[in-house]
């Protein structure tokens, strides 16, 4: 396709020439694509198949929502839960005005925002990765960090604590399997009253009602409250989040107040971030203090707002962090103040293409800060990078990592795929006789979810789906009604694996095993929480003896009963590692683990003829450094264009030549899972085309074209966000070659 096909998302004809004007025609558009959602609403005939059993009304009504959402949702903005949603579009506001960007503007609100693209397909495919780099770089402003003294030590150790003996305390470790690292690591607390706190977070406690602390809360209330960093790594449900909220707001009474921000929380995704903010309301009401929720999706108008009206803490996902930090020439947000930071998901956060946006976030925060970071989840590759952001912090894992709490029973079953929904079925009918509990399933792909909602509703399963395509306001609404009790099976993509904390939430189904198991962990990790028991289903099909292998030494790490069928594929699977037909490596660390997915990764490659034989197949193995240099970069070539599939609608794609870059490079930005996150955060479709061609050949007139990443999407916005994402994996995937080319030469 060529650059002239490519559509313009400027209304046709018209030279925009002030922001103004640009302003009004966004807003038109909007408004336009709003009357037709209406429209298209107002239109749908909502038919319900016969029903297994009576529907209450008022979740009839949610079905139908539901319904009509996976009907229209296809022509809405659709902005991810981390991304650059508002950067990406100031930055395509940049190009089209041909003008140096001025930093910081604030914007009206998110939805203009996601309906702004202006011109980006007009410009040269290199200059668009050039420009994109260039805002890559831009710098959060910075303000010199406040210099005022602030209190961090504020624990004396009650003298119950101080009498026991060393014996003692390790005896009270090894009970729930903790161990501890750092320098002078604090003793255990075994009750709230040994933590010596103001009575007004005493009554907040009292009201919270819980008897006693979690053994996390145990271990790492002592060490945070004396001042020090600390990482935290507790399996899910474990109350990991009172472990860094209680000495929050015990720093923030303890400090003076301020005009600025002096805690900050940061969180990878926009429920955890307003599930955590929820649990802060009892703390603000009761202390007297003020907080702000801030993530995408939401006006940022509003938050800034919040904002300005004062704030002691803030809790945020970065991408819209960010976008506050530089509105307004850093005049909305300043975080030289906080002295006190959460990290919380951690290692999400460390994830692909979020760490550059957080380290950008900690230099703005006060250097002499003090910093925690929890996990349930922590992969060995995640803690150097961990540590960077950590002052010899204390080291406190509860139970080994990344296992599954024992509160949860975990059952399985291997069968074909379209046994899996009457399976589904039954489980359910069985489930429901018992138990009044809610269920949560999981699927991998958004559209799967969709339809198994609605699979469900035909049965007389009343479902709602949930998944990064839908609007902001409906995944706020989904998760509050299935908290509420209003919907009681919630079809989900991972999503919802993190952090969600749904009171009675008793059954998860893992209808499509997770990719990653660190997934697998946080979504069974759903149910069995605070104590509770929970039970998790996952369902396999005899060809998915990867997935099987890996579950059965999360089960052996965690002393589990392994199912005997699930054990013959695990052993199938070994058997195919020790004949060299597969190499082992997987999430769980250890160096000869490390390689798995590669290897999965390769094999699926070579399926899918990505490869040629005249090209070695080890990837890393041969000397392709030579071809890594900046001026490849222009082979990262863009050609966006679009369909028309009715009188005012269009299929927008966007095709990304892949053939000429460096082969690690070119799989780094086409492996599964990366493209699996592009695909749940943009809602777009990401196929392989092509075939490749070795250097120096050519497809003759023919022939198949060279190798390329179809993405195709119902919205321009989504299609240009997963345009991004790839970007941003393909310029680790270059960093990652150059390193390797470094430690190459550097080893003698
Ligand atoms: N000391 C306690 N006693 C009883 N319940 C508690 C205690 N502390 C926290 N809880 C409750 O336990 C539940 C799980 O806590 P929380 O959400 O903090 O878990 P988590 O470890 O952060 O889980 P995840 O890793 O899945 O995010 C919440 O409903 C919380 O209110």
Redesign the pocket.
Known sequence: MSQDAVSSPRLAGQELTSAEEKRRARLSKLAAWKKKKEAVTAKQPVKFAARARPVPKKAAKLVRRNLLDAETEMSAPVEDEIHHEVDLDKFYESLSTDKPKEQGTIFESDEELGSESDDVDQVDPEKLLQAINEKNKKTVPEHPPSRSPFAKSLYVENSAISELSNEEVDLLRLKDAISVRGKTVRRPIVAWNQLGLPSSLVSVLET?D?????P??CESLPNIMSGRDLIGI??????????FLLPLFRHLLANPASSSVRALVMTPTRE?AM?IFK?CQLFLRTLNLKGCCCYGGQSISHQIAEIKKGCDLVVATPGRLIDLLCANGGRVLRLSHVTYLVL??ADRMFDMGFEPQVMKILKVTRPDRQTVL???TFPPRMEALARRCLSEPVEILVGAKNLVNDRIEQRFNVLEDDAKFPKLLEILAKFKLVDQGKVLIFVDRQDGCDLLANQLISQGYPALSLHGGKEQIDRDGIITDFKNNIIDILVATSVAS????V?DLNLIVNYDPPSHMEDYV?RV??TG???NSGTSVTFLNRHQERSASDIVKILELSEAAVPEELQKMATRFRERLRKGEVKYGSGFGGRGLEKLEEIREQKRRLDNGLYDEDEPQEPGNEDETAEVSSDKLGNFQVEFGSTKRGADSAIYHARLNINDLPQSTRWHVSNKDNINKVVESTSTAITTKGRYYGPGKEPGPSDDPKLYLLIEGDNEVGVRQAVEMLRRGLVEGLKGSLEERKRKFSIV
Do not use: N, V
């Open positions: 919270l819980f008897a006693a602390p979690t996390i809360q507790a399996k899910t449900g474990s109350g990991k989040t009172l472990s955890l599930q649990e919380d998901e929890f996990s349930a993190r952090g969600l904390d009171k946080h990790g759903r929480r605070a104590g």
